[in-house]
């Protein structure tokens, strides 16, 4: 079971983040510089050190709010957070593991649904190729988010600016990225091994 600063024993949801996270949570002392360069701050319904904090705290009526808020799905981990940190706290990292639990419980935000459709469009086209395509990419997720029409007067503009290609390119080193997802699946069946 993880330990804090201070040498005390950790449980709950807190514990359950810091373990998959790798991090402390209590390296974060609440400045706030994270949240004032996050780009996406704006538009999130808890700021970037808000969310650290609930977490840091662990109740579970708190678990439930960061789980199924907004913010996790609008970071865009360009990692501004993580870089202004005077105590090298990855929230980035973090945000990533709160959108993970987040999507194994069942707990998110009705607003990612657009979001998630990119995210597996965006990893299907490196799953077979390697790279981005964006004709195959752009097709994929007007599918999956059932947004057929809303940008296809672009569609004309971008053909002719060579910006489309209707057969996907893949890249040379498709061997290596084969591994990768190989391993990725071998390690998500092993936790879910040692859930059991
Ligand atoms: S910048 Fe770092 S220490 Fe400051 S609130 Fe954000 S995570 Fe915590
Ligand atoms: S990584 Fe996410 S939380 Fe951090 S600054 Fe970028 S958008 Fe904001």
């Given at each position: 079971m993880p330990n804090d600063t201070a040498g005390v024993t950790v449980t709950g949801f807190k514990a359950e983040v810091e373990r998959r996270g790798r991090f402390r949570l209590s390296d974060c002392y609440q400045c706030g510089k994270c949240s004032a360069g996050c780009p996406m701050a704006d538009y999130m319904d808890y700021l970037?050190?808000?969310i650290v904090r609930m977490c840091q705290l662990g109740e579970d009526s708190l678990r439930e709010k960061v789980l199924r808020s907004r913010t996790i799905w609008l970071c865009v981990s360009c990692e501004t957070c993580s870089t202004r940190c005077p105590?090298?706290?990855n929230i980035a990292h973090l945000m990533d593991v709160l959108r993970e639990m987040s999507l194994k419980e069942?707990?998110?935000h009705p607003d990612s649904a657009n979001?998630?459709?990119f995210h597996k469009t965006f990893k299907n086209s490196i799953e077979r190729t390697g790279r981005l395509?964006?004709?195959p990419l752009a097709v994929g997720y007007k599918l999956r988010s059932f947004d057929l029409f809303s940008d296809v007067m672009k569609f004309p503009k971008m053909l002719t600016a060579g910006k489309l290609r209707f057969i996907p390119h893949k890249i040379k080193g498709m061997d290596s990225i084969k591994r990768i997802f190989e391993r990725c699946e071998a390690r998500t069946k092993?936790?879910?091994r040692?859930?059991?």
């Open positions: 970037p050190h808000q105590k090298d706290f069942g707990m998110q979001i998630i459709a395509n964006e004709f092993m936790k879910k040692g859930k059991k």
